[in-house]
T-cell receptor, first 114, second 112 residues
């Protein structure tokens, strides 16, 4: 069965610093991978997706992620953190050919400090 | 263009009661999925509806049931509520054959 593992339940960065949120996946077939963001008391917003086209994927709000098959990773990065980036981030996987059931990681809470 | 909407926003129920949550998908979408998100956890897949039928189901008991209407809107029903059913219930819509899912704001259910 496919799964994702997010390393680090909490990440704290200074405003203007690099943001790196880690996600590793496990899947026996090519997966589709997603990053979602959740602000307090809100639903999930899609940041970006990997669907087997370009391995470097650009999303909204300056975020990007790189699919690395050799490392089974799909880490999320942003060159310069902003206070408004403070939120919970979830990595998720869908196995291609299935009925599009999303399997989520446990989430990483990003804190941005002055 | 309206996104995914859910009602109600918050709900408080007593153990043993039954609850119905509602979801309207994003315009043009025909598939609705439901997820349960317990506090501090990632969302867990409950089930998915397409063409008014349950297409896939996660590891949830039969107390959880659903329905999809001809206009693609959906309901999630939970019977015999347990304290452990307290969670944020998220609805997501998508277009059949496409993997992107768009989420609503959720319904916060508290069981006392």
């Amino acid at each position: 069965a496919q799964s994702v593992t997010q390393l680090g339940s909490h990440v704290s960065v200074s405003e203007g610093a690099l943001v790196l949120l880690r996600c590793n996946y496990s899947s026996s077939v090519p997966p589709y991978l997603f990053w979602y963001v959740q602000y307090p008391n809100q639903g999930l917003q899609l940041l970006l997706k990997y669907t087997s086209a370009a391995t470097l994927v650009k999303g909204i709000n300056g975020f990007e992620a790189e699919f690395k098959k050799s490392e089974t990773s799909f880490h999320l990065t942003k060159p310069s953190a902003h206070m408004s980036d403070a939120a919970e981030y979830f990595c998720a996987v869908i196995v291609t050919g299935t009925a599009s059931k999303l399997t989520f990681g446990t989430g990483t809470r990003l804190q941005v400090t002055l | 263009d309206a996104g995914v909407t859910q009602s109600p926003t918050h709900l408080i129920k007593t153990r043993g009661q039954q609850v119905t949550l509602r979801c309207s998908p994003k315009s043009g979408h025909d598939t609705v999925s439901w997820y349960q998100q317990a506090l501090g956890q990632g969302p867990q897949f409950i089930f998915q509806y397409y063409e008014e039928e349950e297409r896939q189901r996660g590891n949830f008991p039969d107390r959880f049931s659903g329905h999809q209407f001809p206009n693609y809107s959906s309901e999630l029903n939970v019977n015999a509520l347990l304290l452990g059913d307290s969670a944020l219930y998220l609805c997501a819509s998508s277009l059949a054959g496409h993997y992107e899912q768009y989420f609503g704001p959720g319904t916060r259910l508290t069981v006392t």
